[in-house]
């Protein structure tokens, strides 16, 4: 029972364009998410996070944005770094979990210069 | 930001041994940990939940007796791997918050070989 899904497992960008990366829950219970970036051998690191109770948070070339209607939410980063190659990960918190994430599957981002 | 370490990064160990894996926040005092666990190519799958003072919570398929875990103090938790056996190699990683509602930070990891 997959709760959090990024159906995309790639994504290409040109350095200075927008990348956009999608994340899809399924529990109505989520009331936090956040995006996380992790280098292969490493531990993932927080970028930025939204309570269920905006549709937007921003934060210098990052802004996440959340369509609770359609359980949606999705990063972009503006303009796109090559230094923001990685593998990009959303998680959701909520209900009674204490702080538990359930995390997708993961997006590889790959900005060429 | 907050600081989570990890101890060792790697380690590679013979099937049979028992591995410890230590998890400390450094800059902040953590009454909740998280262990995950990931294999190539795949995502963070929690494991259990470390709680100061009382029992780890696991989740439904890990084993309690094979993955001991114990948060001895607010800065603390370690994940002991008992018997380990090839299947177990993996990347486990911890996570803290300062509370259970808190944003979690992780530590770098700890990749485990399991001859």
């Known amino acids: 029972d997959q709760q959090v899904k990024q159906n995309s497992p790639s994504l290409s960008v040109q350095e200075g364009r927008i990348s956009i990366l999608n994340c899809d829950y399924t529990?109505?219970?989520?009331?936090?998410f956040l995006w996380y970036k992790k280098y292969p051998a490493e531990g993932p690191t927080f970028l930025i996070s939204?309570?269920?109770?905006?549709d937007k948070n921003e934060d210098g070339r990052f802004t996440v944005f959340l369509n609770k209607s359609a359980k949606h939410l999705s990063l972009h980063i503006v303009p796109s770094q090559p230094g923001d190659s990685a593998v990009y990960f959303c998680?959701?918190?909520?209900?009674?979990?204490?702080?538990?994430?359930?995390f997708g599957q993961g997006t590889i981002l790959t900005v060429h210069p | 930001g907050a600081v989570v370490s990890q101890h060792p990064s790697w380690v590679i160990c013979k099937s049979g041994t028992s591995v410890k894996i230590e998890c400390r926040s450094l800059?902040?005092?953590?009454?909740?940990m998280f262990w995950y666990r990931q294999f190539p190519k795949q995502s963070l799958m929690l494991m259990a939940t470390?709680?100061?003072?009382?029992?780890?919570?696991?989740e439904q398929g890990v084993e309690k007796d094979k993955f001991l875990i114990n948060h001895a103090s607010l800065t603390l938790s370690t994940l002991t791997v008992t018997s380990a056996h090839p299947e177990d190699s993996s990347f486990y990683i911890c996570?803290?918050?300062?509370?259970?509602?808190?944003?979690?930070?992780f530590g770098p990891g700890t990749r485990l070989t399991v001859l």
């Open positions: 996570s803290a918050g300062r509370g259970s509602t808190d944003t979690q930070y």
């Open positions: 529990n109505s219970m989520f009331d936090y």
């Open positions: 939204i309570s269920s109770i905006k």
């Open positions: 998680a959701a918190r909520g209900g009674t979990s204490y702080g538990k994430l359930t």
């Open positions: 800059d902040f005092q953590a009454t909740t």
């Open positions: 470390s709680n100061e003072g009382s029992k780890a919570t696991y």
